[in-house]
Every structure is written in structure tokens, then in C-alpha cells.
């Protein structure tokens, strides 16, 4: 059955489950089928490939989906937000930087904005630039994002602060949900929803290759930790207030905590890495998830874990 929720009558779907627009894995076949499950899917627009972007929407074959920049390599790709509009996205989710450049132009195009944010300052800033709904993504959440807080208190933080500013905006929770008790849970804390990213990443429709998703459902959310290394190695100009949670390897354990150190010796590191991607060697390459990997144990259609995602989190509230 539905689960309705003010998220499901916003956009108009079944569940109130949004796949996380997850740069290189969240691609046109995947954010599909979460659509057609009864979630909503967001393309993730990453790093500001516009080739990359238009056949990711050619592969949702005219399926109602969303999309998602971040916002600060946006910024250097303007041209992309265009892209995106003329596909007519549910909504433009913003992440990681500032969304005010790019917010008057979202909303001359009659498309919800959805920010995502890790602070309640941040929230604050979100409810002053209009956003129609605000991801509170806690720091179990996998890629980017700040460690200072959890989904299980910022969630709530939000939800008052919102309710005190401005009832009318939507809630979502992202950071470790990976099941229907963690949608559950979700909904008891005051989301209208929440965002999904890792679990979906372990999908059959994600673009990750099979061998990488074996290597990530071995681990555990022990298994996983926040830095700066991977940026660093992949030659990513991240802001100096995000990090990256991920699964620990040899090569984050050289050098987590040493970016000085790993800075002088990046020439040679980015060789190594440039030779362990052609051959998958993860004992370099490593998996963007979060400590929600740990309750992942298979690679599943995506419409199978929505609808036990949203069947399991109906059961448990009506218990």
C-alpha cells in the first residue's frame, strides 16, 4: 500500500523514497526505475558533463525524474542548469556550496528546488533562498558531505526549525537509510521522507561495475571512514569543509590523516591510482558508500528495494 506522506503529495508518487543523485552512479536507467517503483529518481549531474547528462536523460526514455548538481562545480558549469531545465526535471537538487546564483533561475522555470544540507545553519540559509525541500543529510551518509552531525538529531533540528519558519516546506531525511526501518524511523523524527543513496548504489540499474558492488557489500559501516584522501588522489578541487565517506583500503590507510604529506607525493600516487582504475585493484580504488553498506547484503533490482523499503516501513509503523 502507499505510504503517503506530504513528500508523496508534493511530487505526486507512491513512496516517499527519492534516490540520491549520486555523481557516476546515479545514472538515466536507475533513476527510472526508482520512478517507476513509486519513488522518485534524481539523475546525478556530477562534475559538469553535459554529453554525459543529455544521454542519461535519453535513458530515462521520458520518465518523470529529477536531477542533481553540485552546486560549487555547477558554478563553473552553468550551462549544465540549462540542460537540465529543458528536460523539464520534478525538481533541481542543489548540494555543496552556494545554490543562491542558481535559485531565481529554478524558479523562473516552475521547478521545485531541493537543497541539501549537513547543519542547521545551513537550513536556515536553505528556508532564506526558498527552497520547496530541504535533505538534512547526517554524516553516515557515503560521498560528500560534513561529519559534525547525525541524521538522528540533525533530522529533527530541521523539522522544528522548519515547522517554526516555514510549515509548507517538505523535510527529507538522508545518512544511513538503507531499509524500511530506517524510513520508518525517518517519518517518527518529522521527515515527510528520505533520500537513498548507498543501497541504491548496490542496485542491478546503478552504474557501478559488479565488481566494485561485491567488494562494497563484503564491508561493514566499521569498514568505512571521512576523508580527504580520495580527492585528493582523483584530483578533485573539493572545498576544504567536505569530506568524503567511504570504504578504507590501502591507500586511504597510507595517507588519511597526511594530506601534507600526500601532497608532495601526488605525482607519483595519481600515476599508481591512474593504473589500479584499468585494473580494478581495491586495494586503490575504493567505493564512495556510507555506514549503511553494512546492512546491504545483495545486489537487487531497484524496484524490488523501494517497495520493501516503503512495504517493511508501513508494517513497522502500523505495528
Known sequence: ?????????????????????????????????????????????????????????????????????????????????????????????????????????????????????????????????????????????????????????????????????????????????????????????GADGVLVGTRLWASTEALVTPQAQQRAIRAGGDDTVRTRVYDLVRQRDWPDEYDARLITNSLIETWHGKDSELVARLPETVSAFQKALTAQDFDVVTQLVGEAIGLVHDVRPAADIVREMASDATRILNQ
Not at 535559485?103 to 549537513?118: C, F, G, K, S
Not at 517538505?170 to 525517518?186: Q, S, T
Open 1 to 189: 500500500m502507499p505510504l503517503n506522506t506530504r513528500l508523496t503529495e508534493f511530487f505526486g508518487i507512491q513512496h516517499p523514497i527519492l534516490l540520491a543523485p549520486m555523481a557516476e552512479a546515479s545514472g538515466g536507467r536507475l533513476a527510472a526505475a526508482v520512478t517507476a517503483a513509486g519513488g522518485l529518481g534524481l539523475i546525478g549531474g556530477g562534475y559538469g558533463d553535459a554529453d554525459w547528462l543529455q544521454r542519461e536523460f535519453d535513458e530515462t526514455q521520458g520518465s518523470r525524474v529529477g536531477v542533481g548538481f553540485i552546486t560549487w562545480s555547477l558554478a563553473s558549469n552553468p550551462e549544465l542548469l540549462e540542460l537540465a531545465l529543458a528536460r523539464r526535471p520534478v525538481t533541481i537538487m542543489l548540494s555543496f556550496g552556494d545554490p543562491t546564483k542558481f535559485a531565481d533561475r529554478i524558479r523562473r522555470a516552475n521547478v521545485p528546488l531541493t537543497l541539501q544540507v549537513q547543519t542547521l545553519d545551513q537550513a536556515r540559509r536553505a528556508l532564506d533562498t526558498g527552497a520547496e525541500i530541504i535533505v538534512a543529510q547526517g554524516g553516515e551518509a557515503g560521498g560528500h558531505g560534513m561529519s559534525a552531525r547525525s541524521t538522528f538529531t540533525l533530522v529533527p533540528d530541521v523539522v522544528d526549525l522548519v515547522a517554526e519558519q516555514s510549515a509548507k516546506t517538505r523535510v527529507v531525511a538522508a545518512g544511513g537509510v538503507a531499509d524500511g526501518r530506517g524510513l520508518a524511523a525517518a517519518l517518527a523524527l
